[in-house]
């Protein structure tokens, strides 16, 4: 196969280069029916490559600006043995300057390779902030040749008060032990500690053979430019502490939360994991002591490529910084497996909690997801790493993987929620994705454990023999040891429980530890996934709009579709062609360059030069949810395969059709 570039972006007029003749026409699947008060744009992939573990964040006070943080690499479990195989770990960062349709990669100044857990978020007075994890020796993930081999665990955090146009950092925030899980938050009161960026952060180095799991704050002043040294907070035995999303509230009040997971669970107490928080009115010096907030339910660790119930997931929490009716309201996701007879074990659910009064008291856990549990026979359902996001408006928006529309619950797709009333009431579970995601055909369709009990294999060594082990080796012993047994208990003498496949990548078949969702300023959400769509783990952003009061969305003028050419851009990439069969495929989309909204259904007409036989393609279902594209909104690609001669290069005559209102 030879590859050669189409020109970019070519306007669709009369007599438009394109260099081959059309022959056929594309078929398309259109996007199923959304509800009325929520519309979705068009599925665009961020960039090439594939990724795992993404966040997104929107400038405050220009919608039009979005960063994207997200990595590459991580563990991988290749075989069943639980034998780690190490891989490397680097960042990736994206941004856009016109509202997610296109997207362009950075780089941070004095970036370096082993970089996990990213994250982004957006602070008062214009600046956003980038927060990545790094590796050192002796810990997850391993070292690149040219990687600095640290002693100290390393936190890097970089800002920019330009949308981009430069950079401050990056902080080091060293620390005395490897972080892992760092999550930030920016103060947004009129307080002294207005600007401060908070890090909160837990021990990864021998989590899971020592008992004294640790919590640790930084916080960073003047644009980050001033960083405290890493302050204790907590040391709890029991189980790994993972921190999660502190929170700011109006009055500059610091709320750390965060969760500890890896209970033995025999202990009938521990069948859930405690939800803390902590604190602190004083800027980070003092914190009340850990409270138990609530529990979250049992999820599971990915053990395998071929034994998993649903991905390990972490609990995300965001609040309300708007001067609205519910302001300060704290809202906390999470996935957890129910319990119940053997139809419903391993069936996971998207569960939320909110706090009205800054986190001292907090809701029932209520059910997001509003589809029916498995029938008894039918395979288990999963609904994995939600996210939830607060817009302008106080709307709150949650987005998960779901696998509820395939048949066999291989594939997942997007799903999205919202609540206008503080997380009351949330509406209709609407679709995000316009194409269902697959594990490979090697881990299809079903993966089945008939044997739940502890791995036989698994040496009894002493702590003594195990100290002397570098972290991969103790994980790579203990944590098989302790994963199979806790499954064993949860199990019980389900000894033939059906267990599902789940993602599938370089995370471990998984696509990270969480997903990113941001609401712009004109109140759009624009949640950020993996998708493996195209058969790799790729970065794909969308739109979601939550219109008022249940308003509908604007309607298409009345009458024919007409010749729109003229009012688009057609989009082209690179074109594959095949010479043993003489065709050429190539990907093309819409822009909509016009000032009104261009509506659906929308044809693209092509006759074919120097006697070629033309074609055309429906861009039905690649338009969004409502088969419309806003003033500068780009359409998903439509896939035209066009059949070409020895040394023909034909112009084809491009005219499009459909209505422009709106």
Not at 140 to 152: A, F, I, K, S
Request: hydrophobic residues 40%; proline residues 8%; aromatic residues 8%.
């Amino acid at each position: 196969m030879k590859t050669s570039a189409l020109p970019v972006i070519a306007r669709v007029a009369t007599g438009a280069a394109v260099g081959v003749a059309a022959a056929l026409i594309s078929a398309t699947t259109p996007l199923a029916a959304q509800s009325p008060e929520v519309v979705v744009g068009p599925n665009l992939r961020v960039g090439p490559g594939q990724f795992n573990e993404p966040w997104i964040a929107a400038s405050p006070d220009n919608s039009d600006f979005l960063i994207a943080v997200t990595q590459t690499g991580g563990m991988s479990f290749p075989d069943p043995t639980m034998a780690l195989t190490l891989s490397t770990r680097s960042n990736a960062s994206f941004l856009s300057r016109n509202g997610g349709v296109s997207w362009e990669p950075f780089t941070l100044p004095g970036d370096e390779t082993g970089a996990f857990d990213p994250m982004v978020v957006p602070g008062p007075d214009g600046r956003m902030w980038i927060l990545y994890c790094y590796v050192g020796a002796n810990t997850m993930g391993g070292l690149l040749p040219d990687q600095p081999v640290r002693t100290e665990g390393t936190i890097m955090v970089w800002s920019t008060d330009d949308e981009g146009a430069t950079w401050t950092g990056p902080a080091r925030l060293r620390s005395p032990v490897p972080p892992d899980h760092a999550r930030i938050a920016a103060d947004w009161s009129d307080g002294p500690n207005r600007g401060r960026l908070y890090v909160v952060w837990n021990d990864v180095r021998d989590s899971f053979i020592r008992d004294d799991f640790q919590l640790f704050l930084h916080t960073l002043d003047d644009g980050g430019n001033t960083v405290s040294e890493p302050k204790l907070l907590t040391t709890i035995p029991g189980g790994k502490l993972v921190a999660t999303e502190p929170v700011v509230l109006s009055d500059g009040a610091l709320l750390v939360t965060f969760y500890q997971y890896f209970f033995p669970l025999s202990d009938e107490a521990n069948a859930q994991m405690p939800f803390f928080t902590m604190r602190s009115e004083d800027g980070g010096e003092t914190f009340t002591e850990p409270e138990v907030a609530f529990r979250v339910g049992t999820h599971s660790w990915p053990y395998a490529q071929t034994e998993m119930t649903s991905a390990f997931t972490l609990p995300i929490v965001a609040w309300d910084r708007t001067d609205g009716p519910h302001a300060d309201n704290i809202y906390v996701v999470w996935d957890g497996v129910t319990g119940g007879d053997a139809a419903t074990v391993g069936t996971s659910d998207v569960w939320f909690r909110r706090s009205t009064d800054g986190g001292r008291s907090w809701s029932d856990e209520m059910r997001l997801n509003d589809n029916d549990p498995p029938a008894p026979g039918d395979p288990l359902d999963d609904r994995m790493l939600p996210v939830v996001e607060v817009n302008r408006d106080g709307v709150v928006g949650v987005a998960w993987y779901d696998r509820r529309r395939d048949e066999t619950r291989r594939c997942w797709e997007l799903f999205f929620t919202s609540s206008s009333d503080g997380g009351e009431t949330f509406g209709p579970n609407v679709p995000v994705a316009s194409a269902p995601s697959c594990p490979p055909p090697a881990h299809a369709p079903v993966a089945r454990v008939h044997n739940v009990a502890a791995d036989p294999d698994v040496k009894d060594l002493t702590e003594e023999e195990i100290a002397k082990m570098d972290l991969v080796q103790r994980m790579t012993v203990v944590m098989a040891e302790q994963s199979r047994n806790a499954r064993a208990e949860y199990f019980g003498d389900l000894g033939h429980a059906s267990l599902e496949v789940s993602f599938d990548n370089a995370r471990g078949n998984q696509p990270g530890h969480y997903l990113g969702l941001a609401g712009d300023a004109n109140g759009v959400f624009h949640p950020l996934w993996i998708s493996r769509r195209n058969g790799i783990d790729e970065l794909f952003t969308t739109t979601v709009e939550v219109t008022a009061d249940g308003a509908s969305a604007p309607a298409a003028p009345a009458g024919e579709e007409t010749d729109i050419t003229g009012e688009l851009l057609v989009v082209a990439g690179p074109v594959v062609y095949d010479a043993a069969s003489g065709t050429a495929t190539v990907e093309v989309q819409l822009r909509n360059v016009s000032d009104g909204v261009v509506h659906g259904p929308v044809r693209l007409r092509a006759e074919g030069g120097g006697g070629g036989a033309g074609g055309e393609w429906s861009f039905e279902g690649r338009m969004g949810s409502h088969d419309r594209l806003p003033p500068g909104g780009l359409s998903e690609p439509v896939k035209v395969e066009l059949t070409t001669g020895p040394g023909v290069d034909a112009r084809l005559d491009f005219r499009v059709y459909g209505r422009v209102g709106g």
